[in-house]
């Protein structure tokens, strides 16, 4: 008798446990819809819509009856999304120029490189940037020296917040003239031979600048200083900024940052120059931007 008792009792006890509700992938807190039988990754369309998931529309490729993903634009894919990039269907991220634009200007691949630092993006030498670049640089290199040659050229893709800074400098301060600058500094990395890393040594002035944009230099000085006082100088005359580009490395290159630099009215017209420096002096570094990097032999 004891032992049917204590069967009785356990019996009892054991009650069907039913399988775990599987909760919205997109909000997380109400069960998937199930629709004839299948069970969607949302639990309302409307949540699908409002939310980062996988969406209910079809891909707004032209032709395309596959669904739609917010991930790829509303496309259903990374080719389709290319594809609809192709066509003109939707504007082209300004940094790869293949992905769609989903996060400002730029496509999440490209948004998410950008918020990890600077880095640097060889330019083709066959292509139209660096043949601007190149006549920019020797038609305003004025020395009595050697004319230099123009090897390669590096498109330095900066963070958003960077930009944003400096495009906030140029709005609150109107009737200033954005103009192309140089400034150089002593560079002690293969920065260019070898590969297009940049270095994490202290003394290395040109990665220093890149890398802080404008707010660290060399040994970690905070600015130049100058005849104007502690700011940012750079110059209209790349020859002239060549007398900072040293090198202690096996690199043949000497390397100079071609500046976006928004100065006044006066500084712009080259007014203020003066015979020895013909320098350009921003008090801040949010009024210059590195724009690229110059590898150049002389």
Known sequence: MPSLVKNVVNWGSHRVQSPPVELC??????PKFVEKGFKHPYCSRSCARNGQG??????????????????????CSEAHAKEGVRQGQVDACEHCSTQPRLVGTLCISCDRRSK????????????????????????EWESSGAVPFFDKA???????DIRSRHDQYRSQNHGYEEIRSFHSSQCICDLGF?????CDFKSCGVCSIIKSSFKSFAFGAPFNTGRFGDGVYSYRNPGLADRF?????SSPYRVMIACDVVV???QAAGIDD???EESLFVPTSDAILPVYAIMYTI
């Open 25 to 30: 992938e997109i909000c997380g807190k109400k």
């Open 54 to 75: 996988p969406s209910p529309s079809v891909c707004i490729l032209n032709g395309c009856r596959a669904t739609g993903k917010p991930a790829f634009a509303n496309f």
């Open 116 to 139: 990890v630092g600077p880095r640097l993006r060889e330019l083709k030498s066959d292509g139209t940037t660096f043949k601007n670049l190149r006549a920019q640089f020797l038609s």
């Open 154 to 160: 590096y498109e330095i893709i900066l963070p958003r």
């Open 194 to 198: 070898k590969d297009a890393t940049l």
């Open 245 to 249: 580009a040293t090198s202690c490395t």
């Open 264 to 266: 006044e009215p006066g």
């Open 274 to 276: 003066v015979a020895e």
